[in-house]
């Protein structure tokens, strides 16, 4: 007997959900293997079967997927459910850019956290991963000249995830934030392709001044739990920052730098920290 699980799915239904054609992701390695990372979770533990089909299963592409999601992490009293997700749906299917981005940043989990066994994991319980793709909506919505709305959301991601972004921020895709809490990106910075952060970083500005004053990092940088890099300082490529250290001059490419105030100590291994995540100082006691 095929059990009954909530809103009357059972997983035969979710069988002929996930084989059913799909115009719109029928095309989408990711989208494809997210769903069948999602019914192989709802055969595994039944109890959640009616919550994954109503987020995952029943939706025809990502897109569709995360809007609903999203939406219902981010509603308020004053920004119900469906209009937020049409907002969300919006800004995904409008923009080629962040619809890549979404693919990249959650493949880059699967790729960099071992914690990650399935795509399904960092898209349904990973808070880094989706403070980061509200975000993307966020900056859409600031790009469109929607400022007062996009603010309003980088409120509602804050609260909901412990994420702070301001939505002209500028991220590049591939990029992991691991666990997410305390993570702070200001409004002028800059955050390169295939970057990879933890928990508690901060990318702010050094005082009262005004104008340009967030970092830039760039591709492939690993920045450790806890750092700080404040100031509009430059961060070069293939750049690592150890867990605690507190940045406030330009690190260039392809360093190690550590401490309070840190200090360039040797040279990453590997040419992207960040996809490596390999968070050992490498000491250069010739510096």
């Keep these: 007997m095929v059990p009954q699980y909530a809103h009357n799915v059972t997983l035969t239904g979710i069988h002929k959900e996930r084989s059913a054609p799909r115009a719109q992701g029928q095309n989408d390695p990711v989208w494809t293997r997210l769903r069948q990372d999602v019914f192989m979770t709802a055969k595994t533990e039944p109890m959640l079967a009616g919550y994954l089909h109503d987020t995952v299963l029943k939706h025809g592409s990502l897109e569709a997927s995360i809007s609903y999601f999203l939406a219902g992490k981010l509603a308020s009293a004053y920004l119900t459910t469906t209009s937020l997700r049409d907002v969300i749906y919006e800004a995904l299917t409008a923009s080629g850019d962040i619809r890549e981005a979404v693919r990249c940043d959650l493949t880059a989990v699967l790729e960099r956290d071992p914690a990650a066994r399935s795509l399904a994991l960092p898209y349904l319980n990973f808070k880094g991963f989706q403070a980061l793709q509200s975000y993307r909506v966020a900056h859409w919505l600031w790009q469109q000249e929607r400022q007062p709305l996009a603010l309003y959301l980088q409120s509602r991601i804050s609260e909901a995830f412990d994420v702070d972004i301001h939505p002209?921020?500028?991220?590049?895709?591939?990029?992991?934030?691991?666990?997410?809490?305390?993570?702070?990106?200001?409004?002028?910075?800059?955050?390169?392709?295939?970057?990879?952060?933890?928990?508690e970083v901060t990318l702010g500005g050094t005082g009262k001044e005004s104008g340009d004053r967030h970092p830039k990092v760039g591709k492939g940088v690993l920045i450790g739990a806890g750092a700080k890099i404040l100031g509009n300082i430059?961060?070069?490529d293939g750049s690592k920052i150890a867990a605690g250290s507190v940045v406030l001059?330009?690190?260039?490419?392809?360093?190690?730098?550590?401490?309070?105030?840190?200090r360039v100590v040797g040279k990453p291994k590997y040419a992207e920290p960040g996809r490596q995540m390999d968070q050992i100082v490498e000491f250069d006691y010739c510096i």
């Excluded at 002209?168 to 990879?196: C, P, Q, R, W, Y």
């Design 168 to 199: 002209a921020a500028k991220i590049g895709k591939g990029i992991l934030i691991d666990h997410g809490s305390g993570v702070v990106i200001g409004e002028t910075a800059v955050v390169g392709d295939d970057v990879s952060m933890l928990h």
């Design 234 to 236: 430059r961060i070069g």
């Design 249 to 262: 001059n330009e690190v260039p490419p392809h360093s190690t730098v550590a401490g309070i105030p840190a």
